[in-house]
């Protein structure tokens, strides 16, 4: 499908990035809109049609098979299951929260990250990652504490913690991502991921899952079909352009979830939501230009050594 396209083309990749994150902003819309629907039978929904597509993407690609071929399959079931409890968590924080609020806390996922790439990898803390870090905490507060103060409604607290618990798992995953990008492609990683998440979602099957009304399962079927898109355009738009380069139009999905907000769940953006959110994404957007000055200038270190050694 993309590889007819040219090694690097920065303009396609920002284009296939907002592409992504328009399309993912629908799929949560769809989620939200089955509301009877238990979050891990949305997953299952989410993950199962999403496969074919994917399928689709790989063979086209040439791919398939070779592109799958992994060295660790442990590694991917770790993944697969961290990065399914956080699709399940952001489901059901979808059921108790506005749409807004919702991708405003998801977007602490890159600030996070960053903490956990210290522990767990050694990346060094440097002063301005720490400092992105404060920022993009004091964001998240701001944006969840009318949810969490007393006397407010417990549902909406439950909510919150549900969506910051899947922003903390969604950050761990990609910390899993990083650690299998030596090994693994692409290809391998959201196909197998795609096959976790639909076995995790069969587990929670006890747990009452219910039979959808016409409207709930046009919504579900929608969520999974363009979800499964949302996964190609995304790893689309990073073969196409530097992550430095691509990361910061992921924001543009808080424009698109007021927008649906208010149009289709008649949602209005709270004052602190909005504050807390400009933060968060202040936050991200100095984490991307470090990483990528960083990027930079590690690239610029080889180039002279390499023209020492000639």
């Not at 004091?138 to 504490?145: E, F, K, Q, R, T």
């Not at 139009?249 to 400009?278: H, K, N, Q, R």
Request: charged share 10%; hydrophobic share 55%; with cysteine.
């Amino acid at each position: 499908m993309f590889a007819a396209t040219p090694a690097t083309s920065p303009v396609r990749g920002i284009f296939l990035m907002i592409s992504a994150v328009t399309v993912f902003t629908v799929m949560s819309a769809f989620i939200k809109a089955a509301p009877g629907v238990p979050a891990g039978e949305a997953m299952f929904f989410r993950s199962v049609l999403a496969m074919p597509i994917i399928l689709t993407w790989l063979i086209w690609r040439g791919d398939w098979p070779r592109g799958i071929r992994t060295r660790s399959i442990r590694n991917h079931a770790v993944r697969g299951l961290v990065g399914s409890a956080a699709m399940g968590l952001g489901f059901a924080g979808l059921k108790y929260l506005p749409l807004p609020e919702v991708t405003a806390i998801r977007f602490a996922t890159p600030v996070i990250l960053v903490v956990l790439a210290a522990l767990m990898l050694g990346e060094r803390l440097r002063l301005i990652r720490i400092g992105a870090v404060a920022l993009g905490l004091a964001g998240v507060l701001i944006i969840i504490w009318p949810r969490l103060s007393f006397g407010l409604d417990t549902t909406e607290a439950l909510g919150a913690l549900m969506v910051l618990g899947s922003a903390c798992l969604a950050a761990l995953a990609q910390v899993f991502v990083k650690g299998m990008s030596g090994t693994e492609t692409t290809a391998a990683i959201v196909f197998w991921f795609s096959l976790t998440s639909t076995g995790a979602s069969l587990l929670t099957l006890p747990f009452g899952w219910v039979w959808p009304d016409p409207a709930e399962a046009a919504f579900l079927i929608g969520a999974g079909l363009v979800g499964g898109l949302g996964q190609i355009l995304l790893t689309a738009s990073y073969r196409l352009a530097d992550a430095g380069v691509v990361a910061p139009f992921t924001y543009v999905s808080m424009l698109w979830s007021v927008v649906i907000g208010y149009v289709w769940f008649d949602e209005v953006p709270t004052g602190p939501m909005m504050a807390g959110a400009a933060l968060v994404i202040l936050a991200g957007i100095v984490i991307v230009l470090r990483e990528r000055q960083l990027g930079n200038e590690h690239t610029a270190r080889r180039k002279v050594s390499a023209k020492g050694l000639q």
